[in-house]
């Protein structure tokens, strides 16, 4: 049985910077195929993939939004992987949740996601 578990939500000001953390626990060494994907949610807004990671290669996905402005990374044998996030905005605010997948899929498609963690609260005030 995998989790996930992340850490680093929080509230900060507009332009300020705040990492997430994505640990995959159980028993797996994570593929070169998987991928750790970063998703928000905000009030009243459908689930939308932010940014994802292939874990072997470390090729990198970005929604438009937020491209220029948030990092995903990797560490490899850690079965972890993270979500910097610097000049944030209002909207970027929302619960940002980790997911792995194991299977062949679109990035950035929660419906390609197998295996999900719980959420952390980010919040961006202006």
């Known amino acids: 049985q995998l989790q996930l578990v992340e850490s680093g939500g929080g509230s900060v000001q507009e332009g300020e910077s705040l990492r997430l953390n994505c640990v995959v626990s159980?028993?797996?060494?994570?593929?070169?195929?998987?991928?750790i994907g970063w998703f928000r949610q905000g009030p009243g807004t459908e689930r939308e993939g932010v940014a994802a990671?292939?874990?072997?290669?470390?090729?990198?996905f970005y929604t438009d939004s937020v491209t220029g402005r948030f990092a995903i990374r990797r560490i490899l044998g850690k079965n972890t992987g993270y979500l910097q996030m610097n000049s944030l905005k209002p909207e970027d605010s929302g619960i940002y949740t980790c997911?792995?997948?194991?299977?062949?899929?679109?990035?950035?498609?929660?419906?390609?996601?197998?295996?999900w963690g719980r959420g952390t609260q980010v919040t961006v005030s202006s």
């Open positions: 159980g028993d797996l060494a994570l593929p070169g195929r998987a991928y």
């Open positions: 990671i292939r874990y072997g290669d470390g090729t990198t």
């Open positions: 997911a792995l997948s194991l299977e062949p899929g679109g990035p950035l498609r929660p419906s390609d996601y197998q295996y």
